[in-house]
């Protein structure tokens, strides 16, 4: 895989993401008012739709098998994870085959990250009065010791609810929060407890 620049050029996403409305999945409460069931079901309601929109059109410098490949990954969320960081979005988390096992420990501190390592994280939002928008394909790789030291050897990539990838500063974005909040945790980023699986 080439390497990513830390600044991918052109216009900058800075989370202000494409997204859609998805009607057909509204609920009759405010996302932070969800339960895991819940949440679980408006998924169950997207899932297909927002596989099928991160798979539209060339994803330039992102890997076409990352995004192809990870419905096939292992889930690492017992259901979609309560909004929190990624801009309040829910998040269900699928790993590789490489990070599982050290992933699914969901180790507080000393987490050795094997490199290849890939995490992808579908996504969406539900807002005060109940209404579901698609989110965008959160994705993350770790590389080689010394590949990318200002990441942490991760690289962090993104592909909008309409396939499009987002060009985003990589750093500010993303990096300075995985490591600043997750660092001990290798910049993994679990689910919140009560979605990890069991």
Request: with cysteine; proline share 7%; hydrophobic share 35%.
């Amino acid at each position: 895989m080439r390497k990513l620049p830390l600044w991918l050029g052109g216009a900058v996403a800075s989370l202000a993401f494409s997204t859609s409305a998805h009607a057909a999945c509204d609920v009759q409460k405010p996302g932070y008012d969800l339960t895991g069931d819940e949440a679980q079901a408006v998924y169950d309601c997207l899932k297909s739709d927002l596989r099928a929109g991160y798979q539209n059109g060339p994803k330039r410098w992102i890997p076409e098998e990352f995004v192809k490949d990870y419905p096939g990954w292992t889930k690492a969320s017992a259901f979609p994870a309560a909004p929190g960081f990624h801009g309040g979005r829910f998040l269900m988390t699928y790993v590789n085959s490489i990070g599982a096992d050290e992933y699914l420990k969901y180790k507080p501190d000393n987490v050795v990250v094997p490199a290849g390592t890939k995490l992808a994280k579908e996504s969406f939002t539900v807002d005060d009065d109940g209404k579901v928008t698609k989110g965008p394909l959160f994705l993350m790789e770790k590389v080689a010791a010394g590949k990318s030291p200002e990441t942490g050897d991760w690289y962090y990539m993104m592909v909008a609810s309409n396939g499009a990838p987002q060009a985003v500063n990589v750093v500010t974005a993303c990096s300075e929060c995985h490591l600043g909040n997750f660092g001990e945790q290798g910049g993994f980023g679990y689910p919140v407890e009560d979605a990890r699986i069991k």
